[in-house]
């Protein structure tokens, strides 16, 4: 873990009712540069409620929400990415229709847009190789494996190396080779520099992967700490593991 | 010099070479009826080839592009007519007026998607129809407005300024697709969700080119209305605002020279009916109500898809 102790994202108090449903419920953690930090709760906990307030696709009832020194609560979804926050889907997001190529030069386009074309080329060759892409470049993207498609959608995420990128059940419908493929990607983003706050149901991965793990329930923060500290806190056992299986 | 030699080495260079040639010969042998005929045609295209843009390339179903053209037709009529302006003038006013209507149109229009932008662009269309009718002090009503002075005196040079336009939409369109902003817009179509947290302020990119394609389409109005002289609302009915989208949809939605095949075949081919006979030219509509839908079942990509499919056939057999 190359964790340097400094804040790279600091929530504060955030919350976000939809209707009577309070979906995040005064929520305060800090997400450390350089850490991968998994974030972890039962189903409707509020997760990806929370990723898309930090992405700006919800408005926070309540709270505070700040990247670095920038105040991002409330800001514009294409505004934060271009501060250098990226995001992956629960459902895959890829531009189904265009070939893997199309779809990095687009991803790469959108957030640098005055840059030599032999540069360009370099970083897209860099990427297809780092997700391992690199021979499916001219395939549709609609036509790639499941796999292959979760890996395009992280590649498009990490073109120009955002500082914090939050990927949202990365391994969903994934063998376990697959998943370990990712677990490795995951790590070696994180060699690269970038923060990593990550959803994961699947337990093997968001141990093998957490450096730090906070868990939610009906929106809260009910635990925060080590994985190996989290398996063994009792509220965690009973809101999320159960506590007959402990 | 790279893109020119690269150009001169492509077949479709030469195509695209000869077909303009032809155009531009093809008015000086033609009865005043078939240059008529072009003129409207060519209209029409560069009305789709803008709505193209936004449909094909963008993947929004405007229903409205008459309105625009109509705004840029009723920019000139007034302004020649009702103002006193020289034609010239008032051609430059209308990309300008249709420009700044189209964008405050985009803003509230381009929250929606799919069938409720198509619908909310249809009831645009009825509104702008009922106002144009319901105003005759300025419009004309269904009287309409005369005297619109021509731009320039004979129709042949009248032609050869719609194919000037359409050649400059064609250009830009080509150059569009290329460049980011093409990129931007195929992303915006493919998945508008995800492209704002590539970094793409799609809003911006959509209400700019929502309001540059509607002042390209103003043009193509104020140019073909000061041709015909006349103006008035029996042109701008919601059933007219269906024509661009026939033509960009049986041309091949998202491809740059789909409107022009299009425009031939949903334009062009009914009024050869006409010339043949009355009677038959009253089947039009449902001529182009039969030729989409068998587009929209048989072949998706429009003529142009047929094309491609048969280029792609012949090229298959050669390489066996």
Redesign the interface.
């Known amino acids: 873990m190359a964790d340097t102790g400094k804040t790279i994202l600091e929530i504060r108090d955030l919350s976000k009712n939809f209707g009577g449903i309070r979906a995040v419920d005064d929520l305060t953690f800090d997400v450390k540069e350089g850490e991968i930090l998994g974030l972890l709760g039962p189903n409707g906990s509020g997760k990806t409620t929370l990723f898309n307030l930090i992405t700006g696709v919800y408005t926070a009832d309540s709270g505070r929400i700040k990247f670095r020194t920038d105040d991002i609560t409330n800001d514009l979804s294409y505004r934060i990415a271009l501060k250098g926050i990226s995001r992956t889907f629960q459902s895959t997001k890829v531009f189904h229709t265009q070939t893997v190529l199309d779809n990095i030069a687009t991803a790469m386009i959108a957030r640098a847009r005055t840059r030599r074309i032999s540069e360009t080329r370099q970083k897209v060759a860099d990427i297809l190789d780092f997700t391992h892409l690199g021979d499916a470049k001219t395939a549709i993207a609609g036509d790639l494996t499941h796999a292959a498609q979760r890996r395009l959608m992280v590649a498009m995420a990490l073109v120009e190396d955002p500082d914090l990128l939050l990927l949202d059940e990365i391994t969903a419908g994934m063998s376990g080779e697959e998943c370990n493929e990712m677990i490795d990607m995951a790590k070696r983003i994180r060699d690269r520099g970038t923060t990593i706050v990550l959803i994961e149901h699947n337990m093997k991965v968001a141990m093998a992967l957490s450096d730090r793990i906070v868990v939610l329930n009906f929106g809260r923060k009910i635990a925060e700490g080590a994985p190996e500290e989290i398996t063994t806190n009792e509220t965690v056992l009973e809101a999320y593991l159960g506590r007959e299986e402990a | 010099m790279d893109f020119i030699s690269n150009l001169l080495r492509k077949k479709s260079t030469y195509i695209f070479l000869a077909c303009l040639i032809f155009v531009v010969i093809l008015p000086l042998h033609s009865s005043g009826y078939v240059l008529r005929v072009m003129i409207t045609m060519a209209s029409g295209i560069i009305a789709a080839m803008c709505l193209n843009v936004v449909l094909g390339y963008m993947g929004y179903p405007s229903l409205c592009q008459n309105v625009f053209y109509g705004v840029g037709a009723y920019t000139m009529a007034l302004a020649t007519v009702k103002l006193g302006f020289s034609p010239w003038t008032a051609l430059l006013l209308s990309p300008i007026v249709t420009f700044i209507i189209g964008y405050l149109a985009a803003i509230p229009f381009l929250k929606l998607r799919s069938m409720f932008f198509a619908i909310a662009t249809l009831a645009f269309t009825g509104v702008v129809a009922a106002v144009l009718i319901n105003l005759p002090n300025l419009t004309g009503s269904n009287a309409g407005l005369r005297g619109i002075p021509r731009l320039v005196k004979s129709d042949i040079t009248f032609f050869y300024l719609e194919i000037a336009l359409m050649l400059i939409v064609l250009i830009l369109t080509v150059l569009m697709s290329r460049s980011?902003w093409g990129?931007?817009l195929?992303?915006i179509r493919?998945?508008e969700?995800?492209?704002?947290?590539?970094?793409?302020?799609?809003t911006k990119y959509k209400r700019l080119t929502f309001a540059v394609t509607s002042a390209a389409t103003g043009v193509a109005g104020a140019i073909f209305f000061s041709y015909q002289t006349f103006i008035s609302s029996n042109y701008f009915t919601i059933g007219s605002s269906f024509t661009a989208l026939a033509v960009a949809v049986v041309g091949g939605g998202g491809t740059a020279l789909g409107p022009i095949f299009g425009g031939l075949v949903v334009v062009g081919a009914p009024e050869v009916f006409r010339g043949m006979s009355e009677t038959l030219s009253l089947w039009r509509p449902a001529f182009v109500g039969v030729v989409l839908v068998a587009v929209i079942l048989l072949s998706p990509g429009g003529v142009v898809g047929i094309f491609q499919s048969v280029v792609g056939y012949f090229k298959k057999r050669g390489a066996r």
């Open positions: 980011f990129k931007i195929i992303a493919e998945d969700d995800l492209a704002p947290h590539l970094g793409i302020n799609v």
